[in-house]
């Protein structure tokens, strides 16, 4: 065994990113096929695997180590010292030999420096893959009841070369903002600002479901969304706990505060509904609680309790009047966002992310590297400044590749599934139903023989 390998973290880092897949497989798959209407549900269920599978193809052939490889336009220089372009994004390439598989897992420009794992560069690939993965999935969210299959998966494998890669490069791979001092503990930034401007900039090219889906938008079965918020809660432990690349303090503490903080948001969510009188709602809780996950991403093991009690009240607060109020207003009233990932991603991935900047302990930072990083409480505004700073630039871009990427995927295939499909849904689409016993068997189209269908007297 090498002697860099502890058995203790590669266990660990290969669980929390286990963790992490099951958010997406199948946590996001059923919660997608529970929240949306009964003929999309096929559908909406189909596209998270299709998005699950192009990701990982994508991540190994080349995504990787565009996100956590070598600086491609270096050219030798300190990231830091080189200027934004030096620290854009890392050089492509598979990772699919045995010595990429078995050597000890680097960063080799993490926070400035380069960062050695104590587990194989197999593992560290695993748990990046799982969140890439999710983040396309995540932005799936804007665009259901409309996306055509067929246009959506080249979307994805364009979205995460250009988009995710070079967010992750900038923020987590040592590229420019990381050098600068910027934070983004779990990706807040990297992942759900990201998904919620591009699936609402998607929901914006693609138009609009058809107007009695959005006039009956209800949840064909709230057990499965409240299993898949449930598979999303838990599975955030290895979201959070698996980004100090090892079973230390720093996990304990990034899992405690993640708890705590969605705790915190679904209680605030449920008394803003008393509040504002309306009813407490499943669906008002599932929000609260994404809320909450996603704003104490990027500070889970940078802030201390009490701090992820602040960012999560105030993260949930400015949410709620969000998607209640402002929806209402321009441009958010023109956009048909299915499930509302622009507030619940992007504005609580941009809370998170800014609140970071105000909340961040320097006693809690899991690498020396940074452990002199600290919020405005704590005595300094260069944190939030470079906080504000990445924000915009994951705002900027992935609003503008998002929209190109879509111009040119539509040049060739269709952005919307066709008017005749979308009027029928799943059977239209993949042949079949999500509750096939709601239709006649396909066996005796003209109804079983000799059975009415007439329920037995209770008792009988």
Same mark, same amino acid.
């Given at each position: 065994m090498p002697h860099w390998l502890d058995? /203790?973290?590669?266990?660990?880092?290969? @669980?929390? =990113? @286990?963790? %992490? !897949?099951?958010?997406? %497989? &199948?946590g996001l798959v059923v919660l997608y096929g529970g929240v949306m209407q009964k003929r999309w549900s096929i559908n909406s269920m189909m596209l998270t695997f299709a998005t699950f599978a192009v990701v990982i193809v994508v991540w190994l052939l080349w995504g990787f180590k565009m996100g956590f490889g070598a &600086?491609?336009?270096n050219s030798g220089a300190h990231v830091a010292? !080189?200027?934004?372009?030096?620290?854009?994004?890392?050089? $492509?390439? &598979?990772?699919? +030999?045995?010595? =990429?598989? @078995?050597?000890? /897992? %680097? %960063? $080799?420009g993490g926070y400035g420096n380069t960062v050695l794992m104590p587990f194989p560069? =197999? +593992?560290?690939i695993y748990f990046q893959l799982v969140f890439a993965a999710i983040t396309p999935i995540l932005s799936l969210g804007s665009v259901l009841g409309r996306i055509n299959f067929k246009a959506w998966l080249p979307f994805v494998a364009l979205w995460i070369t250009f988009v995710y890669a070079v967010d992750a490069f900038l923020l987590w791979g040592g590229g420019y903002f990381a050098a600068q001092g910027a934070l983004d503990y779990s990706g807040g930034y990297v992942i759900h600002l990201s998904a919620g401007v591009s699936g609402f900039v998607a929901a914006a090219v693609i138009g609009p479901r058809l107007a009695r889906d959005r006039e009956i938008d209800a949840p064909n079965n709230m057990a499965m969304v409240a299993v898949g918020a449930g598979l999303l809660w838990l599975g955030w432990n290895g979201f959070n706990g698996g980004d100090p690349y090892a079973a230390n303090q720093s996990a304990a503490a990034a899992i405690l505060n993640t708890n705590l903080a969605t705790a915190v948001a679904f209680l605030v969510w449920v008394v803003l509904d008393f509040l504002t009188g309306r009813k407490p709602s499943m669906i008002g809780g599932v929000n609260g609680i994404i809320v909450g996950l996603v704003a104490i991403t990027p500070a889970a093991g940078f802030v201390n309790g009490w701090g992820a009690i602040a960012l999560a009240f105030i993260a949930c607060v400015i949410v709620y009047f969000a998607m209640n109020y402002l929806s209402a207003m321009r441009p958010f009233r023109n956009v048909d966002d299915t499930l509302g990932v622009v507030y619940t991603h992007g504005f609580a991935g941009l809370a998170g992310g800014l609140l970071t900047g105000v909340f961040a302990d320097p006693h809690m930072g899991p690498f020396d590297a940074i452990s002199y990083s600290q919020g405005v409480v704590h005595g300094s505004f260069k944190l939030l400044k470079w906080q504000a700073l990445a924000g915009l630039w994951v705002i900027f871009w992935s609003a503008l590749c998002t929209f190109v990427l879509l111009k040119v995927v539509g040049i060739f295939i269709p952005l919307r599934m066709s008017q005749e499909n979308m009027e029928i849904g799943d059977v239209a689409e993949h042949g079949h139903e999500v509750y096939p016993s709601d239709i006649p068997s396909l066996g005796f189209p003209n109804g079983i023989p000799g059975f009415s269908g007439t329920p037995e007297p209770a008792g009988a």
């Open positions: 058995t /203790g973290d590669t266990a660990w880092q290969m @669980t929390a =990113a @286990t963790f %992490v !897949g099951l958010m997406s %497989v &199948p &600086p491609w336009l010292k !080189g200027g934004f372009f030096h620290g854009f994004i890392g050089t $492509p390439g &598979p990772v699919l +030999s045995a010595k =990429a598989e @078995t050597m000890q /897992g %680097v %960063v $080799p560069q =197999a +593992s560290l």
